[in-house]
């Protein structure tokens, strides 16, 4: 099983719609999750993190984090054709960062 | 503003050079920076924990003397990947770690090409 686990996808909404990116990690008692975007040919940017179970909202973006389920996932709202990049899940496990395979957003207009 | 800056965002080299990577902290004394390799359609791969002061720590099947890191000051850290061959052609990326569970702030990267 791997450390993070993410649907490479691509996930494909309509401009507008609400994109719905999820992540799970093995690792139980991890604290600290990342969500990062990474368009082609560019570095990650930091989009959010999260360290208590509940939701975490900055702008349109919403972070979402369950410790009984292991889960962290990343809502989009009113998705825009800018969005469309690759999404890194990430989890910190004490030494470093783990990342997920990474998925794929389309959004199309 | 940038927290990062990596130097040089792309090289192209003969087989057989060795080329230097450079990554700086801009905005505060970084003692942990990291080094990543990214294959194209691959997500990223950590090569190395680089510590102020001492040795990298270095990920399994990484060779170490291949990839030399010297992290010599708390603002700056670099990669020098020694007698590169086509196979270490990919994209390098550096980041900051600000503080144990805060978020890594990443450099720009830096494309190596070697033909």
């Known amino acids: 099983q791997k450390e993070v686990e993410q649907n490479s996808g691509p996930l494909s909404v309509p401009e507008g719609a609400i994109a719905s990116l999820n992540c799970t990690y093995s690792?139980?008692?991890?604290?600290?999750f990342f969500w990062y975007r990474q368009y082609s040919g560019k570095s990650p940017e930091l989009i959010m993190f999260i360290y208590s179970n509940g939701d975490k909202e900055d702008g349109r973006f919403t972070a979402q984090l369950n410790k009984a389920s292991q889960y962290v996932s990343l809502l989009i709202r009113d998705s825009q054709p800018s969005d469309s990049a690759t999404y890194l899940c990430a989890v910190w496990n004490g030494n470093k960062l783990v990342f997920g395979a990474g998925t794929i957003l389309r959004v199309k207009s | 503003g940038a927290v990062v800056s990596q130097h040089p965002s792309w090289v192209i080299c003969k087989s057989g050079t060795s080329v230097k990577i450079e990554c700086r902290s801009l905005?505060?004394?970084?003692?942990?920076m990291f080094w990543y390799r990214q294959f194209p359609k691959q997500s990223l791969m950590l090569m190395a924990t680089s510590n102020e002061g001492s040795k990298a720590t270095y990920e399994q099947g990484v060779e170490k003397d291949k990839f030399l890191i010297n992290h010599a000051s708390l603002t700056l850290s670099t990669l020098t990947v020694t007698s590169a061959h086509p196979e270490d052609s990919s994209f390098y990326i550096c980041?900051?770690?600000?503080?144990?569970?805060?978020?890594?702030?990443f450099g720009d990267g830096t494309r190596l090409s070697i033909l």
């Open positions: 905005d505060f004394q970084a003692t942990t």
């Open positions: 690792d139980r008692g991890s604290q600290s």
């Open positions: 980041s900051v770690l600000q503080g144990i569970d805060q978020p890594q702030h």
